[in-house]
């Protein structure tokens, strides 16, 4: 069973949707519950993923191989590590909660549209769990056309001008990427002599020059940022947001968005490490993040339609993530990951807050709103909880990420800390102001007065959300301890030696420094690890290492001045 | 002397092409004995199986006789070689017209011109085509190339009663006519230098000639621009749109799969290979072949996007889709060739899918091309709507399809090749096709429906669809034996 555990966990929505396109179109009702029955049996397949995750193994786990097209090289390989353990669970959760809030608010072509959901759910799993660039990229792709028609029939006035923009915008940045993917393909062929699309064997290349490294690198860059959105490339977003329908929206938000930052983490780090780790590259994506995150929250204080203000949102939040991934350091790593789910969960959750009330209001303005806490008591706790956990609130779950992103982007340079900060301080802007100009205060409209408050069907979605936001919020450490391997091996893949030798000293140090930060059980763990990796490293750079214990501590910035060199001379043996 | 005159292994080497003609002739004569009720005709489609059977089973022949005797099949000293690449074309050409033919009888009884000859044509075609993928002689070329193209300026202009199908009949012949004649002169030009019209011959000739010989040029010239012509690359696709949107739309469908698998076939012949004469001056061509192929997939791609009419975008992707195939061409090395073979075969069944949805759009009083007649298909019959989008999603190269197999390899031949420009205009044409693959989706999908008339469905119909629906996902999903098939043609 183990060892196909991650084949059921894709296949079971592909199973659910042959099922469905029997069931009788006319009958709505059954076909949303087979629907709402199959998301769920996808989210109780992946649960024993988790209970038998093994935490610090190295590599990856429940790994299945078998050739697929050995002409061409490609593999039917599936395995997951923690980063992918994570974005997993939020596919599978997100899936039975988007089938959920899709009940009410479908109400033509059921049938099609939870067909197109499952498809969906398939391509999105399998995205996280491919471990051969071929295969990968087949799920990419397929997840374009079910987003494509969630968006396109299902969606608002604008809908087909957002869905194909969309299309063509992603279709661009991954055709792209394709030739990324060859060219690295044929380097591998070129030095080893037979063709393979696995990560694990494209690894292995070693003769690509640091140019050509560059050139995939942002061949890839363009398929994934475009994906994520990184800044030039997001105004597919808002228009493919406010279009989409709620679920779409939420699916969007909460699991696509995260294709392009797990791409980076799984493929361009590992993969072109020394163009990874180059200055300028690093240089510019930090911009790029941070200009992602100050722009998008600015944006947010213009908008006046609520779902246009969340999906500005999310391009701020993303850039938080791509800042982490771009520190280069494991905090700067993990609490993107982290950060990722949380978008996930915050932002899903915003995006359902606003279909709850467009079903009964059916307009966006916020204008329109006002003083709806006198109305709807219920609904607005759980939008105060949904919005607070996305400005970040201590004990919530968008603190824990957005913290360990800022102490990651710290370590690595001040300055960007310094900026990414004011993207908190707008984001608790524009999120507490949406919050007082939609709850707050006196009913100003009249149409407010008589909007029912939100039915059990409505709570039940966001319960195992808030839940989630909580348990991160407050406990945050077994997510860190699923992380901390993959995070250890991408850093040390990008900077070799991060982990022991001359770099341990400040390491510990800043780390003994951490108990005043949100998550000590992360600093002591990463401590541990780091002590366990200087003394396993011990022998083989005795002298340094000792040298360094003498000798004054260094302050973390010039810590992470020497490390980019430190890589690059890695590089050039 | 009558031994070397006429060998078994001649008669071997043409046994299909044989078939073909004779059961084509046997159409024409039981028609106008046996059939004279148009409603009978349809059962002239039991010749067609058998011609194709016999074809089908003498291909089989050749290829045990290749597996087993290695090398090639030589007949009627040199002018016909049979080997793996023409087994290979050869069934693809066996393939589309079979589909072609099944499905041809409803469409043509409501168009309300159902001939008997119009099978014999296919017949003949398919026919000319075989010449076309094995001749290696300047003059069964050349026949081969004529005797197809003379079949199609026929059947282009089928609908004899509708003036679009005419004029698109005068200026296919017109134009062909034209294009064949500066092939004829390049042929005749190759014939000056070598004195013989053996292609083993001539690339032995052409390749001891010096370097910057005009003569060579002149003659590269004027027969690519024949050959270029005959696959509708830019700025000699101007036949194209107007063939394809004039002619009835099955013969559109075999026009714009067969007619260019064998242009392709008889191209790689003159450019690629052992016993191409321009294999040799190859620097020479190929630049001016990437320019050709970038500029056919603008023009394919660009004009595409604003038609109102879906046979005549067809016409335009397919354009396109040469563009593509060329660039496996300019790339040159082997796996580009493949690229070209794998492409064709996936074109056959995605093209042919795409364009059979069109046929069956086609009833008693509506003629069904354009884009409204499409639209709200997905109310009217889920499964034509479902399965274009397949064929659809296949043409712009979008996996788990068949057809981002052969965009992959075209990609790949051309990093191979360090063409990098090439490969990165390529990809973002094959993007700009999502534009409007997408516009006949949406109208499909999201439009509503102009008309009730149903779907003029039959058994061939719905047979041809769901073979080429399915070969589409197959060749998609699990392509290993595909990919094995296509990369065996090359194997001379």
Same mark, same amino acid.
């Given at each position: ?154 969606? %608002? ?166 800042? %982490? ?72 779950? %968008? ?85 901390? #391997? ?14 022991? %030798? ?65 890589? #690059? ?5 | ?198 292609? !083993? ?163 008693? !009083? ?13 109310? !009217? ?112």
């Amino acid at each position: 069973m183990d060892q196909h555990l991650l084949s059921i966990v894709l296949l079971t929505p592909l199973a659910g949707l042959l099922i469905l396109l029997f069931l009788p179109s006319k009958s709505k009702n059954l076909i949303r519950v087979w629907a709402n029955l199959a998301a769920l049996a996808g989210f109780l397949v992946s649960l024993p993923l988790v209970s038998r995750f093994q935490n610090g193994v190295p590599g990856f786990q429940f790994e299945e191989r078998f050739d697929w097209i050995p002409t061409l090289g490609a593999h039917y390989h599936l395995g997951i590590d923690g980063i992918s353990l994570l974005l997993v669970m939020l596919t599978t959760l997100m899936g039975v909660i988007a089938m959920l809030c899709s009940w009410s608010g479908i109400q033509d072509r059921v049938k099609e549209y939870y067909a197109m959901f499952l498809l969906l759910q398939t391509g999105m799993i399998g995205v996280f769990i491919s471990l051969d660039f071929f295969l990968f990229y087949v799920f990419w792709e397929l997840v374009l056309v079910p987003m494509y028609f969630i968006i396109g029939v299902w969606g %608002g006035p604008r809908k087909l001008y957002a869905a194909i923009k969309f299309f063509l915008y992603t279709l661009a940045g991954s055709v792209l990427m394709l030739l990324g993917i060859l060219t690295l393909y044929f380097q591998h062929f070129q030095q080893f002599g037979f063709y393979t699309f696995e990560i694990s064997e494209l690894m292995k290349t070693t003769n690509m020059s640091l140019s050509m490294q560059e050139w995939v690198f942002w061949a890839f860059f363009i398929g994934f940022a475009i994906k994520v959105p990184m800044f030039p490339f997001h105004t597919w977003l808002p228009d493919a947001h406010v279009e989409a329908p709620t679920a779409g929206s939420v699916i969007l938000a909460a699991v696509l968005l995260k294709m392009g930052t797990y791409g980076f983490l799984r493929f361009s780090l590992p993969l072109l490490p020394r163009a990874s780790a180059d200055q300028t590259i690093v240089r510019i994506l930090a911009i790029l993040s941070i200009v992602g995150i100050i722009y998008g929250a600015l944006v947010c204080l213009m908008q006046k339609d609520w779902k246009k203000l969340v999906a500005y949102s999310s391009v701020s939040h993303l850039g938080f993530c791509t800042l %982490g991934i771009f520190s280069m350091n494991p905090n700067g790593i993990a609490g993107s990951v982290l950060q990722q789910v949380n978008h996930g969960i915050s932002t899903g959750m915003l995006f359902m807050v606003i279909g709850v009330i467009y079903e009964r209001r059916h307009t966006r303005e916020i204008s329109e709103y006002g003083g709806l806490a006198h109305v709807m008591p219920k609904f607005a706790i759980v939008f105060m909880i949904a919005m607070l956990s996305s400005a970040g609130l201590p004990l919530l779950n %968008g603190f824990v990420g957005e913290f360990t992103i800022l102490q990651g982007a710290f370590e690595a340079n001040r300055t960007w800390a310094a900026f990414a900060v004011s993207g908190v301080i707008l984001g608790a802007a524009y999120l507490l102001w949406l919050y007082q100009r939609t709850m707050l205060g006196q009913v100003t409209n009249g149409k407010n007065l008589t909007i029912p408050d939100m039915n059990f069907r409505e709570v039940a979605m966001f319960l195992p959300l808030i839940a989630w936001a909580v348990w991160i919020g407050v406990y945050p450490k077994p997510f860190f301890d699923v992380l901390r #391997q993959p995070v250890t091996e991408i850093v040390e893949r990008v900077h070799p030696g991060y982990f022991n %030798g001359s770099q341990t000293q400040p390491a510990l140090a800043r780390n003994a420094a951490a108990p005043l930060t949100a998550s000590p059980t992360r600093a002591a763990s990463s401590a541990a690890s780091a002590t366990r990796d200087a003394s396993s490293a011990a022998p083989l750079t005795a002298s340094p290492t000792r040298d360094d214990r003498t000798a004054t501590p260094r302050p973390a910035l010039a810590r992470n001045t020497a490390a980019p060199l430190a890589a #690059q001379a890695g590089g050039a043996r | 002397m009558i031994d070397s005159f006429y060998t078994g292994s001649d008669h071997f080497s043409i046994v299909p092409a044989l078939m073909m003609a004779l059961f084509g002739c046997a159409i024409l004569l039981f028609d106008f004995l046996v059939f004279p009720d148009p409603r009978q005709r349809k059962w002239l489609l039991i010749f067609v199986a058998f011609a194709e059977g016999f074809t089908g089973f003498g291909l089989i022949r050749q290829q045990n006789w290749i597996a087993g005797n290695g090398g090639v099949l030589e007949g009627f000293h040199g002018a016909i070689t049979v080997d793996n690449f023409s087994i290979f074309f050869n069934w693809i050409f066996l393939v589309a017209a079979l589909i072609v033919a099944v499905v041809s009888y409803k469409y043509l009884e409501n168009a309300g011109e159902h001939h008997g000859e119009y099978y014999s044509l296919i017949l003949f075609a398919q026919c000319g085509m075989y010449f076309l993928a094995t001749g290696t002689d300047l003059v069964t070329l050349f026949v081969g190339l004529e005797l197809m193209a003379l079949s199609f300026y026929v059947m282009v202009g089928f609908l004899r009663s509708e003036k679009r199908s005419n004029e698109a009949a005068l200026k296919y012949l017109l134009l062909g006519a034209f294009s064949s004649g500066f092939l004829v002169y390049g042929f005749s030009v190759l014939y000056g230098i070598a004195g013989s019209t053996n292609l !083993k011959t001539i690339v032995g000739i052409v390749a001891s000639r010096p370097a910057w010989d005009p003569v060579v040029y002149l003659a590269l010239i004027t027969t690519s621009v024949g050959l270029l012509f005959k696959i509708a690359a830019a700025p000699f696709h101007m036949w194209a749109p107007d063939a394809y949107e004039g002619a009835p739309t099955t013969v559109t469908a075999y026009l714009s799969v067969a007619s260019k698998a064998a242009s392709f076939a008889f191209l790689l012949r003159l450019f690629w290979g052992q016993l191409a004469p321009f294999a040799a001056v190859r620097d020479v061509w190929a630049p001016i072949f990437a320019a050709i192929a970038v500029l056919t997939m603008t023009v394919g791609n660009l004009a595409a996007i604003n038609q109102s009419n879906v046979k005549r975008l067809l016409a335009y992707s397919s354009i396109s889709h040469a563009g593509y195939m060329l660039l496996g061409l300019v790339a040159g090395n082997e796996r580009g060739i493949t690229g070209i073979a794998v492409y064709i075969m996936v074109y056959t069944f995605m093209n042919l899918g795409a364009f059979l949805v069109l046929v069956a759009l086609r009833r008693q !009083k509506i003629i069904g091309d354009e884009m409204d007649d499409i639209s709200g298909l997905m109310k !009217k019959s889920p499964g034509y709507a479902v399965l274009m989008l397949i064929f659809l999603i296949s043409l712009a190269g979008i996996p788990p399809t068949a057809g981002f197999l052969g965009k992959y390899y075209i990609f790949l031949s051309l990093i191979e090749a360090r063409q990098y420009t090439l490969a990165v205009i390529a990809t973002l044409y094959a993007a700009i096709a999502i534009y409007y693959y997408f516009r006949i989706v949406k109208s499909m999908f999201v439009s509503e429906m102009r008309e009730k008339e149903p779907m003029a469905t039959s058994f061939g119909m719905r047979l041809a669809l769901t073979v080429s629906g399915v070969m589409t996902l197959v060749i998609g999903i699990y392509p290993e034996p595909f990919l094995q098939l296509a990369k065996s043609s090359l194997l001379r």
